[in-house]
């Protein structure tokens, strides 16, 4: 079965951190540029972060610049978002895919997840 499977979601408090994974199952993740995206209700999807195949370009969004970061782990065919510092305005859901990533331009493409739950209490 050819999926995207988030997991490592959770409650922390303001100050703490986290690390989302995203393991791909039929289908090697480092033939595609992958970028993580948060949701929440009632409010646009955001591209948080995406990350070329090469690996030699990486986007952040403005409100996770110096407090997120990407990683691969082509072992386990796996991205990570790591969460530092974590706000109550980071609460969303996440999740990943594999998108069209030129530049600032990161779209989603052909595969995606369901997502995890992250919730930041003040």
């Known amino acids: 079965q050819v999926q995207l499977v988030e997991s490592g979601g959770g409650l922390v408090q303001a100050g703490g951190s986290l690390r989302l994974s995203c393991a791909a199952q039929g289908f090697t993740l480092d033939d595609y540029d992958i970028g993580w995206f948060r949701h929440v209700p009632n409010k646009p999807r955001e591209a948080v972060s995406c990350n070329s195949k090469n690996g030699e370009n990486t986007y952040y969004a403005d409100s996770v610049k110096g407090r997120f970061s990407i990683s691969r782990d082509k072992s386990k065919n796996t991205v990570y978002l790591h969460l530092n510092n974590l706000k109550p305005e980071d609460t969303a859901r996440y999740f990943c895919?594999?998108?069209?990533?030129?530049?600032?331009?990161?779209?989603?493409?052909?595969?995606w997840g369901q997502g995890t739950q992250v919730t930041v209490s003040s």
């Open positions: 895919a594999t998108v069209i990533y030129s530049g600032n331009l990161c779209v989603e493409y052909k595969y």
